[in-house]
């Protein structure tokens, strides 16, 4: 059995180096999530034009997680403790790999609308939301280093607050477009750069999830607070 | 080496159980969409009741195949082939569940829908989008159970038709916004609606794209034809 820790601690090296790209993932949809809102902010067509080239990393990274996770997997048959482990860090790298195109999606948008009048107020409200989101999403990853579930349960209940400013901001959209049909087309953009970053909040719940399932085995019984009212909206003024 | 066939067949039994769970999910999904597409048309909330309190049976079973999944790759540490063709499953699963959700927001949708003045046409054209849409999905799955690439290429190409049916929608949408005011929350629901029908296309065709690298090996070299312009239209009439 002298062989046994050998194996273990090639396991756990592994398992260090996906976990690493993971984070480095992380880091990366955390950067553009904030600079694609920066660039609607300022009208910065060049750091638009960056966000959207950088998620080519991006998906480079998933894939790579993706063949090393595999490659873990088959040569070293994990227990199922740590394949579980292995698995969760497959499923947070494609919700990262979401995350990224919605930020790319962001900054798309984001060049558009520098372009057509500016919807007074908007951009420094998606900005003070992605932000909101990029610390979500950080902490969700965090839980999962540290395997914090308190953490992790944190990230769940304050994604509800995410979902509130989304709603604000629908409503807002909505007032200015019945305002004046000249902002319809801007507030269509600004309404879906609103929706995939609250979609961002989502998956760092998701990810949160994941956390707490790694380790306490179950899923949160409670369903998730979700206050995104907005599908059920009806036109301001109606009862 | 007597022992071999047994633990193969185990394998392989074991592996046509989580493909039957993936495939009963598909068929759940395919159902969802459509009724969710018919409550919209024919304004029948019960209907749309019924597809939102069906969303529970598919996550339960994208969680039994993970479940599954797990406890196989755990139990017989399959070869790295056959432990490609698990991960595939999972990852199906999961693009499986993300549809039988979008398709869970268009029955909520739909019910809100039903007690606003309806905007003419558009009922008609999220149904065929949504019908189109549910033949790419099956289609994928098809080309996943019989392994043909050729198949799997085709539903890729397709998904570029469910594109333009987007890209037509949305100019309409636009179009009923600006002549008058009163059609702006049903058209940015409708909207959404048909956003959502397209994303189901795009897990369409990522399942696609996951049998072409489970049968060949590699991703399909050139990038996927996407058609969704929306993101950077300017308002009708723009140059």
Redesign the interface.
């Given at each position: 059995m002298t062989t046994e820790p050998h194996i273990a601690s090639a396991f756990d090296r592994d398992l260090e180096a996906i976990q690493a790209m993971m984070l480095k993932m992380g880091g990366l949809v955390e950067a553009a999530l904030l600079d694609a809102a920066q660039a609607l902010e300022t009208r910065d067509d060049d750091l638009a034009e960056r966000v959207r080239r950088g998620d080519k990393a991006i998906d480079a990274l998933e894939e790579q997680i993706?063949i090393e996770a595999?490659r873990l997997?088959?040569l070293r048959?994990?227990?199922?403790g740590d394949?579980?482990t292995v698995?969760t860090v497959?499923?947070i790298a494609?919700s990262l790999e979401r995350c990224g195109d919605y930020a790319k999606?962001l900054a798309?948008?984001s060049?558009?609308l520098s372009?057509?009048s500016p919807i007074s107020g908007s951009a420094g409200a998606i900005r003070r939301m992605a932000k909101a989101v990029e610390v979500l999403l950080r902490e969700s990853l965090d839980s999962f280093v540290q395997r914090d579930a308190r953490l992790a349960a944190d990230v769940r209940l304050r994604d509800a607050e995410v979902d509130q400013m989304y709603n604000a901001l629908f409503r807002e959209f909505?007032t200015h477009?019945?305002e004046d049909?000249?902002n319809?087309?801007a507030c269509?953009?600004l309404?879906?750069i609103a929706?995939n970053i609250e979609r961002v909040g989502d998956h760092a719940t998701g990810i949160a999830e994941q956390v707490i399932y790694l380790v306490s085995g179950a899923l949160p019984e409670e369903a998730r607070p979700k206050d995104d009212r907005t599908?059920?909206?009806?036109?301001p003024g109606a009862k």
């Open positions: 993706n595999a997997i088959a048959a994990p227990t199922a394949l579980r698995l497959m499923k494609a999606n798309k948008r060049s558009v372009q057509m909505l477009m019945m049909p000249r319809i087309t269509m953009h309404h879906f929706k599908s059920t909206a009806l036109p």
